[in-house]
């Protein structure tokens, strides 16, 4: 069993400034505060966090849509990656960012779902603020 979970919030950014920047190796590491490195393009893998987090880029939509294969290294073992869906939305002159987190191991969805809020979208409303 599985769990789901969907986030968002709106951002001081464009949606194209977020998609460049979640694409990056620089850029996701300066939004985030932790080190990424990103292979950009579909198929590129890419860690974050520190490698805490790592996975897949599987279908792209410039500065629409993100599509990956996620996973932690608090997944089980056996567990398959878990899929995440990035929309980026243009609201009034900002960005609305919402995440799809699809196939989560049972029990750690709610971990996931703060986890967004604290360590991406907090972080990235200080640096899209810059």
């Known amino acids: 069993m599985t769990e789901s979970i969907t986030v968002s919030a709106i951002l001081p950014a464009t949606p ?10 620089d ?3 300066d939004m985030t505060g932790a080190h990424a490195n990103i292979h950009p393009g579909v198929g590129g893998t890419f860690t ?8 897949t880029t599987r279908k ?3 500065n629409e849509r993100i599509v990956q294969s996620w996973r932690t290294s608090e997944f089980p073992e056996d567990a398959p990656d878990s899929k995440l869906e990035i929309v980026l939305e ?3 002159g900002k960005a ?8 989560i191991p049972k029990g750690q969805g709610r971990m996931y779902k703060e986890g967004w809020t604290d ?4 972080p990235m409303k200080s640096y899209f603020r810059k």
């Open 16 to 25: 194209q400034h977020i998609y460049d920047a979640w694409l990056s190796s």
């Open 27 to 29: 850029g996701h590491s």
């Open 48 to 55: 974050a966090w520190d490698g805490y987090i790592e996975g």
């Open 60 to 62: 792209l939509i410039p």
């Open 90 to 92: 243009e609201v009034k």
């Open 96 to 103: 609305k960012i919402t995440l799809h987190h699809t196939n």
């Open 119 to 122: 360590h991406y979208f907090e």
